[in-house]
């Protein structure tokens, strides 16, 4: 006998709804996982777009500030004229119950600059614009990493979840519907049995 399947219409009753209630729990789980898998992959499709466009930008940036520092001589001095950033604010939104960051991060005016213009070309005005395009850029990366991060945890965490109740919380209740379900045919037909004989008595 299953342990605490003990053969009772009532226990019958209970049963089913469990196993209901399982097979329920199942759908919902593998729902959500499906829709985690979908905003991971949409999300994975944006990073690697975004880590093409990151190298092409390192690429021309680091260019610029060669070209700057053969034009001024190292711009050392110069960079110390560029403000800290102190524009990023971080936001969550969720998606199914999971915390998705959402970095963002003030678009710089392309026309103020924070060094003197007499002492200066376009070569560095360009390379300091190439690197504010890293920088916006490496943000939008960094919030769409730690959001595949996230998801893929939960997907897993869901997966493990699902797959509890698949092969482990249905069956069971599935063997113990049947278990009790026999008993109370047996018991019946037993029944049916005494009372055909306590009629054939009388």
């Known amino acids: 006998m299953p342990q605490g399947a003990v053969p009772t219409k009532g226990n019958l009753m209970n049963t089913k709804k469990s196993l209901s ?11 959500k996982r499906n829709i985690l898998i979908r905003e991971m992959m949409n999300l994975i499709d944006k990073a690697n777009e975004i880590q ?15 070209t700057a ?6 711009c050392t001095d110069i960079s110390k004229a ?15 119950g999971v915390e998705i960051p959402m970095v963002s991060m003030s678009e710089p005016d392309r026309g103020e600059l924070y060094f003197g213009l007499n002492s200066t070309g376009t070569a560095l005005d360009n390379a300091y614009m190439k690197f504010t395009e890293v ?11 730690n959001s595949v991060y996230r998801l893929a ?26 278990f009790i379900t026999d008993a109370l045919d047996e018991k019946d037909r037993e029944e049916f049995s005494r009372m055909k004989v306590i009629k054939k008595r009388s």
């Not at 560029?82 to 199914?96: A, C, F, G, Q």
Request: proline share 2%; net charge positive.
């Open 82 to 96: 560029i403000p800290v950033e102190n524009s990023l604010t971080l936001d969550y939104r969720s998606v199914m």
């Open 153 to 178: 945890d939960a997907i897993k965490k869901t997966q493990k979840r699902a797959n509890a109740l698949k092969n482990i919380m249905i069956p069971k209740f599935e063997a113990d519907v049947k």
């Open 135 to 145: 920088k916006v850029l490496t943000t939008k990366l960094a919030e769409i990493e």
């Open 21 to 31: 209630l399982a097979k329920m729990g199942y759908e919902l789980m593998d729902k």
């Open 52 to 66: 093409g466009r990151i190298d092409d930008a390192y690429a021309e940036a680091y260019f610029a500030l060669q």
């Open 69 to 74: 520092n053969i034009t001024h001589g190292y």
